[in-house]
Each structure stands twice: as C-alpha cells, then as structure tokens.
C-alpha cells in the first residue's frame, strides 16, 4: 500500500480524462506498485473504494497520483485527498465487501478444464451475472465435465447504487496481476477448448457473441430460446448485435484455444428471472461438444 495525494489531471491528458475510470501515475509510484501502462490500481479514499486503469505515466516526481473530475467523483475525493493505492484490486471475502460497498473475487479451477466461464460484472454491477456462471460450473460439475470459473462482485455502497461507477473492470486480462486468479491462470499457462461470459446489455434482444465459431454461437442461441422469453430476439450476427463480445483481450476469449469464446448479452430482466434456466441449456450443448 501507497499513500498519495490526488491532483488534477493536467489540460494536455485528454487520455486520462476521457475516461471516468482512467488515472496517471509517476514513474516512482509506478515502480512501487510494481505497474506498468494499462495496468489497474485499487484505490481507497476515507469513504469509497474504486478501481482505476493506468492510462499514463508521467515525469514529474512531485505529483504521484492524477485523475479527471470525473474520476474524483467517483469516490467522492478532492485535489488534495489523501488516498490510498493497492497493487491487487479485489478482496477474498465477499462477506467483507457486501456491506462497504467493495468488490471480490472469485477463482474455481478444476485440473483438465474444458471450460473457462469468466464473469467479471457481477454483484451489483450486472446483477445475477455472476451467479450464472456459478450454476454452470455447479452443472458442468454435475455432467462430469470440469471447468473454471472466475469472477468479480462488485457491490453498491451506503450511498446509493454506484458499484457500476466504480467497479465497471475493463479489459482484466492487461492487467492480469491486480487479479489474483488470473494471475494464477497466467502462471499456469492454462488453455481452454471452450471459453463463455454472462452479461447485461441496455439493448431489447440477446446476443450470443464472442469469438468462436458461428455454428457453435447458433448452438448456444437454439438452446437458450427455451428459458429465454419469446418478446426477445436472440442473435448471433455481429451485424445486428449492440455488443459483439470480439476481441482477444476479451477474458472469454483469451484464455481459450483459437479464441473460441462466447459472449451471452442480455437485458436486465432475462437475467434477473433466467438465472438457472438459461445456464441449464448451455450446459447441455456443452455436454454434446465436449
């Protein structure tokens, strides 16, 4: 842990300002939080925790910590605060970071994993996301297929409904290190046939999207038609998708051989009221590829 001082971001970081979550870091901070650029840093301020992306690491020894209005909002902070920074970015405890309004982590493996379920907006962020893939792994187990789950749960604060604000993670995979399960799929060098993700998108229709194969995402879209209300449009051409899910820094996709992963977005209430079934009909396709 390092304590700093907040400043303002300079007129010139129209990087670190064009994004709420973005902050600039001296090139001494740097080396002691052990990060590099793109990296993510846990921040903790008298009230409010969140979780910032080093867009920029600059010269100038005398200010250590920098961020946009937007990203003091965040947490409440003024120029001048004294915060606290971590190198790691969630808890362990999901029972300690309920009630504060924080985020945890958690990482299932199973040695010979076929599957990689990857979460990471869960808790209040994009809710019952997480809890999706939990059941997944449950059934996966069940159908005597092993797999990995890996997700974060991040959760409002006493003062409203701001975990999104603060807990939003972006693109984890670049910043493996402030996240200890990844670090460890890191380490281990694991590779997945198959990797999935669940979440919610403000968009009237589902989209199976990702990187894997077209045939497979048709597999997937004909199963969950099932649990998934008629009033909704599932799709799978990227063309008629808000959220495609392409992209190899994409954890679903990453961790996979040929990335083939598969993004499922949803509308809040498909995965506020489907949280079980929807899960059950991936399985089963699972169960027949693998």
């Not at 009230?47 to 992306?53: D, I, K, M, P, Q």
């Not at 991040?154 to 003062?159: A, F, M, T, V």
Request: net charge neutral; hydrophobic share 30%.
């Amino acid at each position: 842990m390092v304590s700093v001082q907040v400043s303002r971001a300079r007129k010139d970081q129209e990087k670190v300002k064009e994004k709420r979550y973005r902050c600039s870091i001296s090139e001494k901070l740097a080396h002691q939080l052990g990060k590099s650029r793109k990296g993510h840093v846990r921040l903790e301020s008298d009230t409010l925790n969140a979780y910032f992306v080093v867009e920029e690491i600059h010269e100038d020894g005398s200010v250590d910590f920098r961020t946009s209005k937007r990203g003091r909002e965040r947490v409440g902070m003024e120029p001048g605060d004294e915060v606290n920074l971590r190198s790691t970015v969630p808890l362990e405890d999901k029972d300690e970071a309920f009630p504060r309004g924080d985020i945890a982590e958690t990482f299932w493996h199973q040695n010979g994993a076929e599957v990689f379920i990857s979460c990471p907006h869960g808790g209040d962020i994009e809710y019952n996301t997480d809890e999706m893939g939990k059941y997944l792994f449950k059934q996966l187990l069940g159908l005597g297929i092993p797999s990995t789950f890996w997700g974060l749960h991040g959760y409002y604060s006493p003062e409203g409904k701001d975990a999104t604000r603060r807990w939003h993670v972006s693109k984890p995979v670049k910043a493996y290190d402030a996240y200890p399960g990844l670090k460890q799929l890191k380490e281990k060098n694991q590779s997945f046939r198959y990797g999935i993700g669940f979440h919610i998108q403000k968009a009237d229709h589902v989209g199976v999207g990702g990187m894997a194969d077209q045939s497979i995402r048709e597999r997937i879209a004909e199963a969950i038609r099932g649990p998934v209300p008629s009033k909704y449009d599932i799709r799978t051409d990227y063309e008629e998708m808000k959220l495609t899910g392409k992209g190899t820094s994409m954890s679903m996709n990453h961790f996979v051989e040929d990335y083939q992963g598969i993004q499922i977005e949803m509308p809040r209430k498909v995965a506020y009221n489907k949280f079980h079934s929807l899960p059950e009909a991936v399985a089963d396709v699972f169960a027949e590829l693998l």
